[in-house]
């Protein structure tokens, strides 16, 4: 079974960075896209970066300039390289992995973590 496990939340004040990362583990031949989302209280969840397996990027208008994602495919990880921090980024992280193809497996599958907290304290 593949899992997604993310790192790198935590408190942090206006202004400030944070690193987050997210590695897949499973017995996995090929992921597509990979990318991270976020939900705030009482917000759905909402897109804030994804990247292609060749390296192409896609950014909410909110974070563009203070976000930045990245991938290494080899570990099989994606990181979100946060900036510029503001309180309105408060939320619950989520990695997604899209597509992925593991050993035995026929058709394609997505998958989530299981979220990483960012408070940003203003």
């Known amino acids: 079974q593949v899992q997604l496990v993310e790192s790198g939340g935590g408190l942090v004040q206006a202004g400030g960075s944070l690193r987050l990362s997210c590695a897949a583990s499973?017995?996995?031949?090929?992921?597509?896209?990979m990318g991270w989302y976020r939900q705030a209280p009482g917000k759905q969840r909402e897109l804030v970066a994804t990247i292609t397996s060749s390296g192409i990027t896609n950014y909410a208008d909110s974070v563009k300039g203070r976000f930045t994602i990245s991938r290494d495919n080899a570990k099989k990880t994606v990181y979100l390289q946060m900036n510029s921090l503001k309180a309105e980024d408060t939320a619950v992280y989520y990695c997604?992995?899209?597509?992925?193809?593991?050993?035995?497996?026929?058709?394609?599958?997505?998958?989530w973590g299981q979220g990483t907290q960012v408070t940003v304290s203003s």
């Open positions: 499973g017995r996995i031949l090929r992921i597509n896209d």
């Open positions: 997604q992995a899209t597509r992925v193809v593991q050993i035995g497996d026929v058709f394609p599958t997505d998958y």
